[in-house]
């Protein structure tokens, strides 16, 4: 793997990966800090943008319909599809793993759910 700048990877982000990501800064209440996030952009978006988009996943949340139940590296925890976000691929810590199939295929049948209500 290529990285640039204080770890950072230049490597493309596929869906399903798990990366670490710097948030902030934040605005309002948009979620902050370093944290696990689970990239649900296509990879044709991959591949040609500087950005991918990206839900956050965190372990001290309540449950709501916008939100999706994982376990991830043995910690239960949402993938907070309420907080998507694009990210600049230099927000882009390094790749922690990938979510099981049957996640990803509840993450992104809930986001287009969302989409096309």
């Known amino acids: 793997m290529v990285t640039q700048g204080r770890g950072r990877s230049n490597r493309a982000a596929m869906c399903e990966e798990v990366w670490l990501a710097a948030l902030d800064p934040m605005v309002g209440s948009e979620i902050q ?15 040609r943008l500087r950005t991918i988009m990206a839900a956050p996943l965190t372990t001290g949340s309540r449950p709501a319909p916008s939100r999706i139940a994982v376990l991830f590296q043995d910690r239960a925890g949402l993938i907070l599809l309420d907080q998507l ?30 989409f096309e209500e």
Do not use: F
């Open 33 to 47: 800090k370093t944290r696990p996030c689970l990239v649900v952009s296509p990879p044709e978006m991959n591949d």
């Open 85 to 114: 976000r694009a990210l600049d691929k230099s927000r882009l810590i390094r790749r922690l793993g990938v979510v099981p199939a049957d996640t990803l295929t509840r993450t992104l049948a809930r986001l287009r759910e969302i």
